[in-house]
């Protein structure tokens, strides 16, 4: 142990500052992917199919969980000594604090909209042919999401990211890849017919296109949303959608704005079975 404390300390700032950031993004990497085993998904299909119930599945998820705790121990032993990362203000289940900017990373969604003439009726149609009338019909929130949420569509967890903003919110920019990113309208039709209040304030809608499989791209595209916004204060980023990288690279452009929240909607049912959205944030004390 002290002949590998003393290597680490023989390298220089520059490249110990490297070695950290890629501890914490291949930590970040990890704990999702033991997530999803965790939640019985297929991991590491190109190259190591395994999956909860499988032979080898323990030993992976053991290695995992080991190279998590290395991973951690060299980025706290290294960054210690120049950089103090920590979390700021995580939240209770569904108590998230309203912000009036929202950044959403778009997922693909195995659908589209489709509009009846001469009605103008908008239906979102789902790939194996579930479809969902946006009508003007009076329902509330429950039971719009009763009509939704057996297509578990990303859009579940856009709307639920959503709910909490709805009384301040004026901006959302949706993040997205070359997939995804024509998405948008779908998107923003279905978060209009399940809050229909926000018709009225015109919300500013923007969209960015971005590589969802490049980590530097990707910190860069967030970092110019964010230099752009004149109140960091009022913006929060949802994590959620999108690719693993994109949940790492929003987690990164916090690093130095503490004022800006992340926020993760569970994709997997709590105790009172509901999803619910959870705010949190990852800075840099230094």
Not at 99 to 104: E, G, P, Q, R
Not at 122 to 139: E, F, H, I, P, Y
Not at 169 to 177: A, H, N, P, Q, R
């Amino acid at each position: 142990m002290k002949e590998w404390s003393s290597f680490l300390n023989a390298i220089p700032n520059q490249g110990k500052k490297v070695i950290v950031s890629v501890c914490v993004f291949s930590a970040i990497l990890l704990e999702n992917w033991i997530s999803d085993g965790v939640e019985g998904n297929m991991l590491f299909s190109k190259w190591y199919p395994v999956q909860m119930g499988q032979e080898g599945f323990s030993l992976v998820m053991i290695g995992m969980l080991i190279a998590v705790a290395v991973l951690s121990w060299i980025a706290y032993y290294l960054g210690s000594e120049f950089l103090s990362i920590g979390f700021r203000d995580v939240s209770e289940r569904g108590k998230v604090e309203p912000k009036a900017h929202l950044i959403f990373a778009l997922s693909d969604v195995k659908g589209r909209l489709e509009v009846e003439y001469p009605s103008g009726l908008k239906t979102l149609v789902m790939s194996n042919g579930d479809s969902l009338r946006l009508d003007g019909l009076a329902r509330n929130f429950d039971e719009k999401m009763a009509q939704l949420a057996p297509f578990k569509s990303p859009i579940e967890q856009f709307i639920r990211g959503v709910k909490p903003h709805i009384d301040l919110l004026e901006k959302i920019t949706f993040l997205g890849s070359n997939s995804s990113l024509p998405q948008c309208e779908l998107f923003t039709e279905v978060m209009y017919w399940f809050f229909p209040e926000l018709g009225h304030k015109k919300i500013d809608v923007q969209t960015v296109q971005a590589d969802f499989n490049d980590l530097i791209k990707l910190s860069l595209k967030f970092q110019s949303i964010i230099q752009k916004v004149r109140d960091k204060n009022q913006l929060s980023i949802d994590i959620t959608g999108g690719t693993k990288l994109v949940s790492a690279a929003g987690s990164m452009a916090t690093l130095n704005h503490p004022e800006i929240d992340l926020q993760y909607v569970e994709t997997k049912q709590g105790a009172d079975d509901e999803k619910k959205a959870i705010s949190f944030n990852v800075v840099s004390y230094k």
